[in-house]
């Protein structure tokens, strides 16, 4: 069970409930529709009034002796469940689980607007109904808030930013020159809008050259903590919708990332980058300028791409190569420096 | 055109005043030298009233089908110009361009005194003439300000700080133990002059080594979004006049930084590191501690620092090598994963 | 000296009560034990008033010439003293130094209860005894703070947080579901307890996965500045009494951390991952999710962990293998790399 002092579920949910929610199928021996279920839970710690999920064989074992009361399986898995266990059988069982979690811990809501008396706003914003404005933020010149929106403490907006409808913005977030989308997360810490790093370099005193785009951030779109992304150069750098993007991730000036793009923690993307729609970085990645990394391609962890990367390819390494050459050149190397050395120089 | 909710551009510049200001030589046909340019612009988006830049060949097609008015080119690229274009010939494109659209988009500038009422300045503190303090501002025991220096929203400045003129410090930033130069940029949530990782290593619990030292920031140091420099253990930790620094950078305890180095985002320098003047770290480098990087060496992307790197290198890789033979490495590695692994051992 | 704009020094000790600070055995010829030390110093700066140590042997030569009134050194080492300096001889010179330091340097102390007038604190909240609660910082419902806690400026804590006591949290961090213990040092700018990076992938959108865990900090737990520390996604995210972590540290949900550990700045430790107690990962380290890096194991710097590593192990490269065999690779690399390519092919 989660912990009280941070967390309330919503109320309990039938396994009938449960099943529409998530397109699973309701099946096993005896198992009542209109059961109630309170909670979700891990494997190992659920109990007969909560559901739980087997995603990984790596947790088989944890599953067979799982008092959980139900459970989200594949239809392969479903043979071994313990008695008395409820199952909801779906391919997509971590699918089928997210969303029966968000039901019983949906997003925060609210009924009326709360502006904090430290707040400060200028005359010319505009501010949507129903927003919270919270304690010590600042909110500049022109600023638009859309409703049902979200600042959090000692958020600072500069001058002209716009913002969408049921948007959270995590406390001490800086945004300026940036236009964001509805339903968008910022966690804690991140900084968007400021100046890229776009200078001419010169022996008597680099030449720091204005940056005249913005940052457009599309609908659900979800940044993690202390992440940075750049205002563009002169063209905008834009974050698609649904793009989910962890923390402490950099983001140069006019970087284009396309829908649903994955980015894992502290990666970093050069200037004029483009990330097409469904890519996935893995930490750490590194990716050069002017580059474009292809449609759905999956990046290992810690590369460096220095070089296009084509529509659906797997690539790792620095400078990344595709996965299966990764891999062959690593045992190659391995194997190499395992012989004695003399070998090869007495042939 | 850039954004009017986010820029204004100041008073058109004659191509005259533009060949003065950029150091270019006006050249075409029929050229009037009193023709008004307005603004800049990309190559592919400029009008006849607006002056863009050629700096890389990539762009060449669309240099030659550019309705900019004018164009900053070298003497090679004029030849290829499009009619009725004015040029502005010069060796240094990028520089020319910068230089004239900091005249367009000049800093920010103001004429009077700006405290807001949310500000806490300690009763010791100096303020400099002409100085925004802006709103939850927190300025501690005996700060100096120098005159025209701007403190965004939820800045906080430590006791003893002092930082010259005109220099603005980003929301949400965090300075203490520091000592910052004039015409200096901080953008938001960088953190400078707090405890660095020094501690004695110890079974029975590590044992934190006070930090004796300051953070001493030159004039013209341009610092990104999030990056944490640590103050000296003992000695200082000093960062040169025109660096420029980018995002997520760290700055351990005791490094020293000469001046005008690039140091691009998510590096890494280790306590004690010293960076020579004009060196330029490329995104994700790390150095450890105790190494110097010599004048004007260039260290390529993701690259670990492991030893010394003499003036002038240019070195790449994990840990660094001069880049002709990390080059060769690859190659060489590449080539040997390719061969079928039994040609060798059955010689 | 160390700036008396930031720093002030304790009352002078005699060098007998150093002796027994630091444990070590005072010798020399002629010396005094009630002879008055005023404050530490680097072996080149130190004068006769001061004390200094020698922990490295690329500093003897700044020993033997060195002014210090007194020296922190090993038995092998004192035979080089100068004439005239006392000796305080220890296996452990600069543990002698740290707690000798911390002495001339304590941690800050205060005598009464502070609470800025700027500060917002619910009515729920629970502020212990003699605690500074900042200008702007904001506390939510529920929250419980300790004794003798400092709170910097712009600190946002967020509803049913707990903090111990003689914790310090450098301004403008983030604090959301999480229990802190005593002892602890947050530097400026760390966001802990936000929702950790989970999901469900979907091509129609990914599916956020409620995070229903917490962070735990153990006591003594030093945190550099921008780190980020995800809460669990179920379990907790865990880290152990002692840790050290450096600035610009990324720790995903439900890692656990043992105790003193040391975690250089830049790592990123993925979901799930296990540290156990008095492991070391320099800088740049990335860890992979589910991966547990046994006891007292060592990861150079920039190394990718994709696999367990055994208790005791000492591991670099990306992916990381045992010390030893990194460097033969390295050279077996340079070596084949700079034989003329053709003549294995010749033969």
Redesign the interface.
Known sequence: M??P???KTAKPLSLQEIATISGATLKGKNVDPEKQITD???LNTANSDQISFLDNK?YNDMFVTSKAGACFVTEEQAANAPEGMALLVTD?T??A???T??K??PDPSWTKTFI?P?A?IHPTAEIGANCII???V?IGQ?VKIGPNTWL???V?I???V?IGSHTII?????L??CLIGSNV?L???V?IG??G?G?????A??????Q???VIIGD?V?I???S?I?RGA??DTIIG??C?I???V?I?HNVKIGK?A?I???V?I?GSAEIED?VVLA??V?V?G?ITVGRGSRVG??S?I?KDVPAGSEVMG??A?PLK?YF??????????KKP?TT?EQ?
């Open positions: 989660s912990d002092r941070f967390f979700v839970a891990p790596k997509k971590y699918k689980y997210a969303l979690a968000q019983f811990y904090a430290s400060y919270d304690h010590n600042y022109h959090k403490p000692n600072v500069g001058h002209g716009e995590g406390s001490n977030c800086s300026s020159y997360r966690l804690p810490g900084r400021q100046e790093f200078f001419a370099i010169d022996p005193g680099h030449i720091p050259v204005p005249l785009g913005r659900k979800w993690g903590a202390n940075t750049d002169g063209p919708d649904g989910m962890d923390n402490l950099q140069g649903f994955v894992v923690s502290q970093g050069s469904y930490g750490q590194g050069a002017h962890a810690k460096g220095m620095a400078p190569i050459d062959r050149q690593i045992a190659t190397l391995a194997k190499l420096a050395q090869t042939q």
